[in-house]
């Protein structure tokens, strides 16, 4: 057993308590990862709020990066010392892993959010007692993570660990769904609903391919000047004008919408936004939305429900490295740093929107 420094939840949407845990040594086809570096998620902090009652304590955390320690005995594709992202688990094995579609994994669930591995099992203990971890296959809120092989990716040793981070769930969710899904053609219309860690990055990539406008919108000041920055034309508040404005500047309606509020009343703005035949992906993770199927025949509108952004993350990550070292997808222009020990603040900046990714760092 190894000691480490986990955040742990004590019950759902209790504070984050620092403690000293103890894991388990990798199995065959396990990972231990001493963590660098781990972005702070808005899926991390609604998980938490309704996490069930039964699987706490837990440990949450899932956009890690660090330094692989040790290695299970059947690892072959990473070996002590390499700089890794940890991403999401999947099963490698079932129809949708084998078509290159890991996000879907028939054992997702189980992989990701069970509150263990998939065999209900956790590599974590506190005070001597099972501690429940394996959130999306790592748990990355502490200071090692014992991961599965298909949820670690080699990363260029140049890449800092704060920026790799980001890369595991929330930069692919937000940019695979422009560039995996969406695949618009070069000057064609796209709009950004919401823009936290994961709009943002739908926006860099709409950008990077040469969407023409780009829209981005977001009740906080602060976050409209970054999308400008990053090369929205335009960052609307999300008022009463705001379809009316979104039409104007597509030039009667957009060919792609973004959504990562997940809350109705943008989903139906962003069908009102739309172009006929136009295209509504949502990413927010929201309650049921009622839509007029009529309205939705009558456009043509094409729905899509993203997950992870189409990724299967040992081919899209390297390609999202790619498009940063060549200047294209800037996500260090979206990240704060905190030292690990100042979760809560992490915490607190990002709910009130003057932080948009934090990212936590361990000494």
Not at 13 to 38: K, N, Q, Y
Not at 103 to 113: F, G
Not at 267 to 296: I, K, N, S, W, Y
Request: charge should be negative; glycine fraction near 12%; proline fraction near 8%.
């Amino acid at each position: 057993m190894r000691r480490a420094r986990a955040a742990v939840t004590r019950e759902p949407g209790a504070p984050f308590t620092l403690r000293d845990v103890e894991l388990e040594d990798p199995r065959p086809r396990e990972v231990l990862v001493r963590m660098t570096a781990v972005g702070v998620c808005h899926t991390d902090l609604g998980m938490q709020a309704t996490w069930p009652r039964q699987l706490t304590p837990m440990v949450f955390g899932h956009e890690g990066a660090g330094r692989v320690e040790e290695v299970g005995a059947e690892v072959t594709g990473v070996a002590p010392g390499d700089p890794v992202c940890l991403t999401f688990a999947s099963c490698g094995a079932c129809p949708q892993c084998a078509a290159g579609q890991p996000a879907y994994c028939d054992s997702a669930r189980d992989l990701n959010l069970s509150g263990g591995r998939g065999d209900g099992s956790s590599p974590l203990r506190l005070d001597g007692a099972p501690l429940h971890g394996g959130f999306f296959g790592q748990s990355s809120f502490a200071t090692y993570a014992v991961v599965h092989e298909r949820g670690v990716v080699k990363v260029p040793s140049a890449l800092p660990a704060t920026l790799a981070a980001p890369l595991g769930c929330g930069a692919q969710t937000g940019a695979g769904t422009v560039l995996n899904r969406l695949r618009p053609e070069p000057g064609t219309s796209l709009v950004v609903l919401g823009s936290g860690g994961v709009g943002l990055s739908a926006l860099m990539a709409a950008v990077a391919v040469g969407c023409d406008p780009v829209v981005a919108v977001d009740p906080v000041a602060s976050r409209r000047d970054l999308a400008v920055g990053l090369g929205a034309r335009a960052a609307l508040p999300p008022d009463e004008g705001l379809v009316a404005a979104l039409r104007d500047l597509t030039d009667g309606g957009a060919h792609h919408v973004v959504d990562t509020t997940g809350r109705p009343e943008m989903l139906h703005r962003a069908v009102g936004a739309l172009r006929p035949r136009g295209e509504l992906a949502f990413l927010g993770l929201g309650g049921e939305v009622t839509f007029d199927m009529m309205r939705l025949m009558a456009k043509g509108v094409r729905l899509h429900g993203v997950m992870e952004g189409d990724s299967d993350p040992a081919r899209f990550l390297p390609e999202l490295i790619d498009l940063h070292r060549r200047g294209l997808f800037p996500v260090d222009r979206l990240v704060t740093t905190f030292p690990f020990a100042e979760i809560d603040a992490a915490v607190a900046a990002m709910r009130d929107g003057s932080v948009v990714k934090p990212v936590l760092t361990f000494a």
